[in-house]
């Protein structure tokens, strides 16, 4: 795991990019009320991963949740992110790392996890920042989209994500120092005690993790949620 200061530089890099791409390109916003089919959903993600500056916020959202009705749609288990940390943490490989992330958000689009270290190898390996923006750009969008969800207050009003991996990136986003204790309340909701945010006030941060657990279950059974969430 990278640790949870790290993020700050990642996020200051997406935050910086994207508002530049954003004026270029004119921001704007689209209602969208409807339900999405599964053309309308391909439509968007062609779109977002194109770094489509005009896709409304509820659109990103869409983008997100939505890929978990997809055969893609991993969970917790992760499409290869652990081995670009390694490329990058252990063998200072950031290049290597950067075409690892790529492959992955072919895979994943949405990934948190993936986004966070393609651009993070980008700014180890001085790929130009018009390499990376569009990622910068998804980046964005996919942590506004989960911030949008929810306050993680409560277990009424947790952040919903789509992996155990996610939790960790928006928590670094939030700039959490440490994370103390987790476990998992009425099933489908982590509860994590933390500390030295600066980003939030507050001990402890709610995640509903309902789409992951749904996952799991259908890949392993319901018996396997004893060894579901560990720090």
């Not at 001990?203 to 259908?218: A, G, N, Q, R, W």
């Amino acid at each position: 795991m990278i640790p949870i200061r790290r993020i700050r530089s990642i996020c200051l890099f997406a935050w910086l990019a994207v508002p530049l791409a954003a004026e270029a390109a004119g921001l704007g916003r689209h209602p969208s009320g409807k339900k999405t089919d599964r053309a309308q959903y391909a439509r968007l993600c062609e779109r977002f991963e194109s770094g489509d500056t005009t896709l409304a916020p509820d659109q990103c959202g869409t983008v997100y949740y939505g890929f978990a009705a997809q055969s893609r749609y991993n969970g917790s288990l992760g499409y290869g992110e652990v081995d670009a940390m390694t490329l990058i943490e252990q063998q200072d490989k950031p290049q290597e790392a950067f075409a690892l992330c790529e492959r992955i958000l072919n895979k994943a689009p949405v990934s948190l996890q993936g986004h966070m270290m393609l651009l993070l190898a980008a700014g180890r390996a001085a790929i130009p920042p018009e390499q990376a923006c569009r990622y910068a750009i998804r980046f964005d969008g996919l942590l506004d989209a989960v911030f949008r969800s929810g306050d993680g207050r409560s277990v009424r009003t947790a952040f919903r994500v789509l992996s155990v991996a996610d939790e960790y990136v928006v928590m670094q986003a939030l700039g959490v120092e440490s994370v103390l204790s987790q476990s998992l309340v009425e099933e489908h909701y982590a509860r994590i005690e933390i500390s030295g945010a600066t980003g939030y006030e507050g001990d402890e941060i709610y995640f509903d993790v309902s789409l992951p657990m749904k996952h799991l279950d259908k890949v392993f059974g319901k018996n396997s949620r004893t060894v579901r969430h560990t720090a």
